[in-house]
């Protein structure tokens, strides 16, 4: 499964800093606003250390990573949704990832542009978050205007117009629709549409080496428990350097927190040949899973054998799982649990 994640906020306040630290890829860093003006890309491997504990037993041939996408924009500013700047190239661009991580400055340096000119992470998020909004209202619309204007039939019309004008309701409120608590069904709906206030948030808190009782760390803590959002502290610089084992430290936090909020879960396979991770969806049972590696798996499956990773690791592989009675067969609807070791047995 693929995971991107868009690096939004106002400009310069540290997107591509933490876009470099994330990546190790240099890109052009300055001290004013719309320094990027097309984005920088970079896929990386997901750390997980289990990788290599269970190649230290297997002794595979290549290990394989899962990968992230990280995608640095430039600056969002007011007007934004209305093309300002390079606001429709940059909303339409974050459209197409799951999850923002939203940069927001937290340090007073006179030194540093702000395009308010002063510090206050309760209005530069509203700012941002207000364009958003703006850009979901005039989708929802397009989305409604179509669907009453189409006169072919569609069973879920009636449904989609339904949520879509629940949606716009809430929007044209000034309220983003990750706050809202829709049903199961709803939530689903929703997702085809794409909403940017929709994705899941998560706000790094760009400080300063002297952060303890930060009254701007206080205020974004305060909005990121409304939100449920979760909220990480990171000091991207010191005296013009990167911080020693600040990517690890930061890149893991980021990690844990996209797999969690977009529900999703490890799987290994491993053999001779490979040891890999795979990223699934919470409810994944193993056919989709078999599905998600080869196609044939899926279409030949038998059963699913299953190793907890704990008990690979404790019976040193395999062989020892299964004299120790830790090896289990499953059918195509059984729900993959976090850690799994697999192997889908399946017909020719």
């Not at 269970?54 to 992230?68: A, F, G, P, W, Y």
């Amino acid at each position: 499964m693929k995971i991107s994640c868009s690096i939004i906020g106002l400009p310069n306040v540290g997107k591509s800093t933490l876009f470099s630290l994330l990546t190790n890829i240099v890109v052009k860093i300055s001290n004013f606003p719309f320094c990027t003006i097309q984005p920088n890309i970079a896929i990386i491997k997901i750390p997980d250390v289990r990788l290599y504990q269970l190649n230290d037993i297997v002794q595979s041939r290549t290990v394989v990573h899962e990968k992230i996408k990280f995608i640095d924009v430039a600056g969002l500013i007011p007007g934004a949704y209305q093309g300002v700047g390079l606001g429709m190239q940059i909303l339409n661009h974050i459209q197409t990832t799951q999850i923002f991580i939203h940069v927001v400055r937290c340090f007073d340096n006179d030194g540093i542009l702000h395009i308010k000119n002063n510090i206050n992470p309760s209005r530069d998020i509203d700012i941002l978050n207000i364009e958003l909004i703006l850009f979901d209202i005039e989708q929802c619309e397009k989305h409604i205007d179509f669907l009453k204007k189409n006169r072919m039939i569609n069973i879920n019309k009636d449904q989609n117009l339904f949520i879509l004008e629940k949606c716009l309701n809430y929007l044209n409120d000034g309220i983003s629709l990750r706050n809202i608590n829709f049903s199961q069904s709803e939530r689903k709906n929703i997702l085809n549409f794409n909403f940017l206030t929709y994705k899941p948030v998560i706000y790094i808190a760009n400080v300063d080496r002297h952060y303890k009782n930060n009254i701007y760390v206080q205020k974004l803590n305060e909005i990121g428990f409304r939100e449920n959002s979760p909220v990480i502290l990171h000091c991207f610089m010191n005296n013009g350097e990167f911080i020693a084992n600040s990517q690890r430290t930061i890149l893991h936090a980021l990690i844990d927190n996209i797999m969690f909020f977009l529900k999703l879960n490890t799987f290994f396979t491993t053999n001779i040949n490979m040891t890999r991770s795979w990223i699934y969806e919470s409810e994944t049972i193993a056919l989709d899973a078999a599905y998600n590696i080869h196609s044939d798996f899926k279409k030949g499956f038998i059963r699913a054998q299953i190793i907890k990773f704990n008990d690979f690791i404790a019976n040193h592989g395999e062989s020892g799982a299964k004299k120790s009675g830790r090896i289990r067969y499953e059918g195509k609807n059984y729900l993959i649990e976090e850690g799994d070791i697999i192997k889908f047995l399946f017909k020719n």
